[in-house]
């Protein structure tokens, strides 16, 4: 009996201590884990508590500044005054914005849009009501705030246009990101972020943006900020310095304020800087900070006028005469002409029986190049180009920046069109006519340029370098800078003592008796200008027309159907610096309208350039009067 009891004891005491063993195993493991927890991970588990409770939120960087090319600003971030509303605050929020109306404006439809936005979103969530509170709207909110419950008047930043319209169509504007330009980019998707839509604005838009801060702010289970634990601001955006002068631009704005459509283009041939570019009529790019209204977009894109172009590089304009000095070049290297060489111009020229007319009725008699440039005859490019061909045309006109791309720093820019055979046949199945030859010749038919492309032709021409035009003095990228100051243009691999022939024509244009522009000639000394005017026609003149009424004035014809009026031109005549092209859309004669303004847009920059202290404003307005259009200036020029 003593030794079942016995056995039944150790038994006992076994299982006792195997039980107590694996107990003891069990919360070793617990306590080695706990261990392991709460001291091993424990910054690991401290940050996932802490991301439980702490929201990392994204600061808007400042956008980056632009200036003009001496460091006045033209693109600038102002401080801006925008009023929210909280829900739970405002409890009745109708009534809350009845009574704001009454203080400062509120259309019913902003109300209504809050409204929605407010039924939207969660009812600590602030929603903005208006945006771009002047000073004194923001102290009357104030002052009336206990009757206000809910409203919120908070401080930010927006885009800012001090020149307004002077610069709207190389600056652009700034506006809220669209549903098809999210890319992922969270700073994209910040409440009221603004991106470049159009101009520098655009191109430049990532080195622009900056790079965002962090916020991090104590939230509870709801997401409602409890309070600010910790902030970081963004870096801002490059500063980016255009090549425009502010002063010069302003000038070729005004020049061209008292036309329906126009545009102007100046540059410094030895570097290809832009020192101004202007487009008429002009906007307000300020109207797109924070949201044009659809009255006053709507009245933009419906003006005939086409504000919103920058017509300098998306109008494309048959160049008229300004193209001969490619015909005439093109003839110089092809051999098949010297500059001596004369042809007889009766006022027209037969091909099969098609006669094209010259612009001078009775003809010019026997015409140099010299004399047929600066009497701008037709019957002499007929001749050439009936010896060259379109193809050795083409490839001048190509060598000195028409029908491509100049790569200028502006979004959509057009190539314009030089024809060749193979074009005609592969975009029109047809093939090419003699006398779409000789149409070519004279700047018509299908040939277009842009007035940047009529500049760059210019400067090339009086450099004998491959000229290539931009609007920021270093290239720009959200990477860093990185100067333009030691890059030199290749040479046009033209004959130097062809170039200097085509000079000395457009001299002749401007500076010599009968020349089709001597009227507007500069007659300062040490500012002469050179240049080659020209008038495109918008319209066919039947022969009916010629041989009944005659050839209508521009002045009896509508508006649209008038001729466009161009100049192109470089001065100083003796040591070149600046080239310039002026067309004035259905303007009528390029001698008596777009010549007076290059004229007075090259004066006023050589001033700004020499600041010599005898020349004024007053000069400029007194030789402008001597330029009025005139039936005489029609006359002499193609």
């Given amino acids: 009996m003593w030794h079942r009891d016995s056995d039944r004891y150790r038994m006992f005491t ?53 200036t003009d090319r001496f460091g006045a600003p033209v693109a600038v971030n102002r401080q801006n005054y925008h009023i929210m509303i909280v829900r739970e605050q405002a409890q009745d929020v109708r009534r809350t914005l009845e009574i704001l109306g009454q203080i400062i404006e509120l259309g019913p439809d902003t109300i209504e849009r809050v409204e929605r936005d407010v039924a939207r979103r969660r009812s600590f969530v602030p929603v903005t009501v208006r945006d771009n509170l002047t000073w004194e709207e923001v102290a009357r909110v104030g002052v009336n705030a206990p009757d206000l419950p809910g409203l919120i008047i908070d401080a930010g930043r927006s885009r800012d246009y001090p020149e307004g319209p002077h610069l709207a169509h190389t600056l652009g504007y700034v506006a809220a990101v669209s549903e098809k330009e999210l890319t992922g980019d969270p700073l994209l998707e910040l409440p009221g972020f603004r991106i470049g839509k159009s101009g520098i604005e655009k191109v430049y838009d990532l080195a622009l943006r900056g790079s965002a801060g962090t916020s991090q702010v104590e939230v509870n289970a709801l997401g409602r900020v409890i309070r600010e634990l910790d902030r970081e601001e963004g870096d801002s955006g490059n500063t980016v310095v255009m090549t425009l002068d502010l002063e010069l631009q302003r000038y070729a704005n005004q020049r061209l304020s008292n036309k329906e459509s126009a545009s102007a283009v100046v540059l410094d041939i030895h570097n290809g800087e832009v020192l101004a570019m202007a487009s008429h009529p002009t906007y307000d790019p300020n109207a797109f900070t924070n949201g044009i209204s659809h009255k006053l977009w709507n009245s933009l894109v419906n003006n005939e006028y086409a504000p919103l172009s920058n017509k300098a590089v998306t109008g494309t304009y048959a160049p008229g005469s300004t193209f001969k000095m490619c015909v005439a070049l093109a003839g110089l290297e092809a051999g098949v002409v010297t500059a001596n060489q004369r042809f007889f111009c009766p006022g027209h020229l037969d091909l099969g029986n098609a006669r094209f007319h010259c612009w001078k009725r ?15 005859c037709d019957v002499y490019y007929y001749e050439i180009s009936q010896k060259i061909g379109i193809d050795r045309i083409a490839a001048m006109a190509n060598k000195l920046g028409l029908g491509e791309l100049t790569g200028i720093d502006l979004p959509n820019e057009r190539s314009g069109l030089i024809p060749t055979k193979d074009w005609k046949e592969i975009q029109l199945g047809k093939r090419w006519q003699g006398g779409e030859t000789l149409i070519s010749s004279i700047g018509q038919g299908y040939v277009l340029a842009t007035p940047l492309q009529l500049a760059t032709m210019v400067a090339r021409i009086a450099s004998g370098k491959a000229v290539k035009p931009h609007l920021t003095r270093d290239h720009v990228t959200a990477e860093g800078i990185t100067s333009r100051a030691n890059e030199e243009f290749p040479e046009l691999q033209v ?136 039936q005489t200036d029609r006359e002499e020029e193609g």
């Fill in 14 to 66: 076994r299982r006792a201590l195997m039980l107590g063993a694996g107990q003891g195993i069990l919360l070793t493991g617990l306590a080695a884990r706990m261990y392991y927890l709460q001291v091993m991970e424990s910054d690991r588990y401290r940050v996932l508590a802490d991301e439980n409770r702490i929201s990392h939120r994204l600061l808007p960087p400042p956008r980056g500044l632009i």
């Fill in 495 to 630: 004959n130097r003592a062809h170039l200097a022939r085509i000079r000395d024509g457009m001299n002749g244009v401007t500076n010599e008796l009968r020349g089709t522009a001597h009227r507007s000639r500069i007659d300062i000394k040490g500012m002469e200008m050179a240049g080659k005017t020209g008038t495109s026609q918008v319209r066919r003149i039947t022969m009916r027309e010629r041989q009944t009424t005659g050839v209508l004035d521009n002045n009896d014809l509508p508006w649209k159907y008038r001729d466009h009026a161009l100049f192109v031109a470089f001065a100083p005549v003796d040591n070149p610096r600046y080239a310039c092209a002026v067309v004035v859309d259905h303007g009528g004669s390029g001698s008596g309208i777009a010549a007076p303004i290059a004229r007075d847009i090259l004066i006023k920059a050589q001033e700004l350039k020499s600041a010599r202290p005898g020349i004024s404003a007053a000069n400029i307005q007194s030789t402008a009067q001597l330029s009025h259009p005139s």
């Fill in 362 to 376: 009775g003809g010019h008699g026997w015409v140099d190049m010299h004399d047929s440039m600066k009497h701008s």
